[in-house]
């Protein structure tokens, strides 16, 4: 599978922009970059997904290189409640049926929110 | 509507007993996975179900671990003769279906598992 490298941790203040970026470089043309969250005491959470284009939902947006070789996740005005691990996870459609559907979780970012 | 929930949320056992850990997935979710996390490790990847069969075990720890799916729905997982290294919070997610990397994992609490 193709890694992804994410900082160890981030700070960031409440109510500003985060963007937490992501390298990528062995991606393949069919992986899917995906964004989790795990916040204190809990199991992950989907943040947003995307292939080749930026993609926005309600909890963030996704800015994806034009050469698939790094995405950046946005928070565009951080909370206290977005203090969390976010990792960046590759996922390959040709693995269909197999263990590799499992997501592969590496370290992810620690994003520290100052009040 | 309600989430993957994980029954019990803490189980603390001796070493060498048996322990079994279920997971009720979001209805309608035809694909069940189960990871682990340890103190100080990262989530790992234990295997999946789509529907009630489990294509690939081998991400499975050791031949002590076992899971099952009955009905498409509730999945346990078994741990025979637990050892102190299995101590972990073991996490289920669902997914509407498997094998579609669009598709986004729905988790659950966790059942933090400690063997003394």
Known sequence: DAKTTQPNSMESNEEEPVHLPCNHSTISGTDYIHWYRQLPSQGPEYVIHGLTSNVNNRMASLAIAEDRKSSTLILHRATLRDAAVYYCILRDPRYRGGGADGLTFGKGTHLIIQP | ?116
């Not at chain 2, 009630?52 to 003769?81: H, M």
């Open chain 2, 1 to 116: 509507g309600a989430g993957v929930s994980q029954s019990p949320s803490n189980k603390v056992t001796e070493k060498g007993k048996d322990v079994e850990l279920r997971c009720d997935p979001i209805s309608g979710h035809t694909a069940l996975y189960w990871y682990r996390q340890s103190l100080g490790q990262g989530l790992e990847f234990l295997i999946y179900f789509q529907g009630n069969s489990a294509p690939d075990k081998s991400g499975l720890p050791s031949d002590r671990f076992s899971a099952e799916r009955t009905g498409g729905s509730v999945s346990t997982l078994t741990i025979q003769r637990t050892q102190q290294e299995d101590s972990a919070v073991y996490l289920c997610a669902s997914s509407l279906t498997a094998g579609t990397p669009r598709n986004e994992q729905f988790f659950g609490p966790g059942t933090r598992l400690t063997v003394l």
